[in-house]
């Protein structure tokens, strides 16, 4: 496989159940991403990694909790959430240095 | 103010026409400049990058950056419906922990036939 790979693609989920959110990249990049885009709304930046530490994180609610394992792989737990937390969940990554991010294809999100 | 804006539009262009893309950044420190196109329900894919004030062209694109009034635009020759899609502006500035890679809100482009 090639590029940035998410699983799963979409998810329904209830307000009270667990789940993970998977992200891999092949790309020998150093830096991850999760951005959340909600309808109509713009990119939201919620956690960066960088040599797999955090070294980002925009107030994002506890009920999101991400991890980074290796610079290979992202993952995005995901616990108690609320209906307005249906979006699409995007990965990327790219070098620590100027260069650019490469998405992932998204894992569509909804909470009932 | 937004660390990254761009005007939601939509922008109207007929097919064949130049259509022009404006994004301004509020940090200075801002190092590197990118442009991405996504179309509806999918993930966005870069078109080009920029790291250096003046012109990158690249086929029928072209991106223009001056850092001195913090303001980056893309260019997009003859263009077809297929480049009907939201294009996102993306500044990247390397913090002491690595990265910051912030988006605008995008700009919506319709080409008319």
């Known amino acids: 496989e090639t590029g940035v790979t998410q699983t799963p693609r979409h998810l329904v989920m209830g307000m009270t159940n667990k789940k993970s959110l998977k992200c891999e990249q092949h790309l020998g990049h150093n830096a991850m991403y999760w951005y959340k885009q909600s309808a109509k709304k713009p990119l939201e930046l919620m956690f960066v990694y960088s040599l797999e530490e955090r070294v980002e994180n925009n107030s994002v609610p506890s009920r999101f909790s991400p991890e980074c394992p290796n610079s290979s792989h992202l993952f995005l737990h995901l616990h108690t959430l609320q209906p307005e937390d249906s979006a699409l969940y995007l990965c990327?990554?790219?070098?620590?240095?100027?260069?650019?991010?490469?998405f992932g294809q998204g894992t569509r999100l909804t909470v009932v | 103010q937004k660390e990254v804006e761009q005007n939601s539009g939509p922008l109207s262009v007929p097919e064949g026409a130049i259509a022009s893309l404006n994004c301004t950044y509020s940090?200075?420190?801002?190092?590197?400049f990118f442009w991405y196109r996504q179309y509806s329900g999918k993930s966005p894919e870069l078109i080009m990058f920029i790291y250096s004030n003046g012109d990158k062209e690249d086929g029928r694109f072209t991106a223009q950056l001056n850092k001195a009034s913090q303001y980056v635009s893309l260019l997009i020759r003859d263009s077809q419906p297929s480049d009907s899609a939201t294009y996102l502006c993306?500044?990247?500035?390397?913090?002491?922990?690595?990265?910051?890679?912030?988006f605008g809100t995008g700009t919506q482009l319709k080409v008319e036939l």
């Open positions: 990327a990554s790219s070098d620590r240095g100027i260069t650019e991010a490469f």
């Open positions: 993306a500044v990247k500035k390397l913090t002491g922990g690595g990265n910051k890679l912030t």
């Open positions: 940090d200075r420190g801002s190092q590197s």
